[in-house]
């Protein structure tokens, strides 16, 4: 196995590693599949996930993977002892892969849409995340869930959340952001084999992304931050699809003649106070991109630490790019102003320059 350096760039660094262009659901139901088939403790909980088995042969039906197709066709080469599908209950099913998890096994829990996490939230917050410290690290929650967060797909207010720095506030909960193929592959087979609970936030908006992915077995050690792109007047800093986000305006920026530094977190807790600081000494000005709301958020948590750190380097104020405090609208338009765009990025640090 080889782990990826966390700084190493992807796409065109990787001249001469073998690898393919892939989809991001495809490469994250290939790494499943990896994980079931390197170690047979991994097995997948979820609401729809199976697609179901004939009344009559009680053979597998043509599984559709529940509505993101993130585990399609996998109960046929794993079985149903595997590829077990949930009731409507997140509570229950999240307590039972917990339990599960305690025993030894590894559970991949899909909670479908990020907003149903709140329905399940007594046992993230009072059970997995908990468990290994009250035992005093006598046991082990090697549990891994993922769900699918982020407005700009019209699934209005209660399947469009990215409220990820809620979960980011417990301690013993690991989370973990990926924001293209590369990523998510590296850090969900890091996840599924952490001994603690992680949970994988993807943005809607990444499923269809398409990039660069090794074919090599890689891991990608949560806690670290990348850099997509080197510059010097500015640093961007992304997390999730806001890093996608940050790579749009540094191509519009630099336009315009203004070098900005693009920073992917991937992690969330425990995450990069190290990258952060870093290139924020070198550029002296941060603009932070998240697409959750501004109270409590991640935006406001990195900008703290790069206040506590880095104050005597900043020419200018610290700036975030949010989502307003507000749920997402239903209203396509409304839809597209509610999330953080280049645009808004790109005005953010002509202002924070002096350019305007």
């Given at each position: ?45 979820g609401e729809d996930i199976s697609g179901g ?304």
């Amino acid at each position: 196995m080889t782990t990826s350096q966390a700084n190493s760039p992807i796409g065109p660094g990787y001249e001469g590693v073998q690898g393919k262009e892939m989809r991001f659901r495809d490469i994250f139901r290939d790494t499943l599949r990896s994980e079931m088939n390197r170690d047979q403790d991994v097995y997948l909980m979820g609401e729809d996930i199976s697609g179901g088995f004939d009344k009559d042969t009680k053979e597998p039906l043509d599984a559709w993977g529940g509505p993101f197709a993130a585990t399609k066709g996998l109960v046929q080469e794993f079985g149903p002892d595997r590829i077990r599908d949930a009731p409507i209950s997140e509570a229950g099913f999240v307590g039972a892969a917990v339990g599960s998890a305690l025993t030894g096994l590894r559970p991949v829990v899909d909670l479908m849409y990020f907003d149903f996490v709140t329905v399940a939230f007594d046992q993230l917050l009072s059970n997995a995340a908990k468990s290994r410290y009250m035992f005093g690290g006598q046991t082990k929650v090697p549990l891994t869930l993922f769900a699918r967060s982020g407005a700009g797909t019209g699934h209005a207010a209660q399947h469009s959340e990215s409220f990820y720095s809620m979960l980011a506030h417990i301690p013993g909960l690991k989370v973990v952001v990926p924001s293209d193929p590369y990523s998510v592959k590296g850090l969900l087979a890091a996840s599924i084999r952490d001994d603690d609970p992680v949970f994988v936030v993807n943005d809607k908006k990444l499923i269809n992304l398409t990039g660069f992915v090794p074919d090599e077995d890689y891991v990608i050690e949560l806690g670290k931050g990348r850099y997509m792109r080197r510059g010097a007047d500015v640093t961007l800093v992304g997390m999730s699809y806001t890093s996608v986000v940050c790579q749009q305006a540094a191509d519009q920026l630099a336009e315009i003649g203004i070098d900005a530094e693009v920073i992917d977190m991937m992690s969330l807790s425990p995450f990069d106070e190290d990258i952060l600081v870093e290139s924020v000494k070198k550029t002296n000005n941060v603009v932070i991109v998240d697409e959750d709301t501004p109270r409590a958020s991640m935006a406001s948590e990195f900008a703290a630490v790069i206040a506590d750190k880095a104050f005597d380097y900043l020419d200018a104020p610290i700036k975030r790019v949010t989502a307003p405090h507000s749920p997402v609208p239903y209203n396509r338009g409304l839809e597209i102003e509610f999330m953080p765009q280049p645009e808004d990025v790109v005005g953010t640090v002509k202002n924070t320059l002096g350019w305007e």
